[in-house]
Nanobody, 123 residues
Framework: QVQLVESGGGLVQAGGSLRLSCAASGRTFSNYAMGWFRQAPGKEREFVAAINRSGGMTLYADGVKGRFTISRDNAKNTVYLQMNSLKPEDTAVYYC????????????????WGQGTQVTVSS
């Protein structure tokens, strides 16, 4: 079992930045690929970014490429999402997730989820 706790969400103006963190506990963090997803009201959960176990490979949704950066610190059992140039359409609850096998964008293949953190971008 892996427990995930997100933090760092909040209210920011368009063009601003936020850094989300996701602290993991319970199992060896470096054994898990990690991902960030988001869900806006009335919409389905969507992929944002993913990172493999070593941190050497990353993947981004087209809408955040060049603005968001996913990273991880296996010594601190933490994955991050640096979000720059935020837009109102980035407003959503952001979730981190962990998966035991493979890595990538499909939320169905993630095994553990955090409770989410709200990000609100005002225009």
């Amino acid at each position: 079992q892996v427990q995930l706790v997100e933090s760092g969400g909040g209210l920011v103006q368009a063009g601003g930045s936020l850094r989300l963190s996701c602290a993991a506990s319970g199992r060896t963090f470096s054994n898990y690929a990690m991902g960030w997803f988001r869900q806006a009201p009335g919409k389905e959960r969507e992929f944002v970014a993913a990172i493999n176990r070593s941190g050497g490979m990353t993947l981004y949704a087209d809408g955040v490429k060049g603005r968001f950066t996913i990273s991880r610190d296996n010594a601190k059992n933490t994955v991050y999402l640096q979000m720059n140039s935020l837009k109102p359409e980035d407003t959503a609850v952001y979730y981190c997730a962990a998966r035991r096998t493979g890595w990538g964008h499909s939320y169905r293949e993630y095994d553990y989820w955090g409770q989410g953190t709200q990000v609100t971008v005002s225009s």
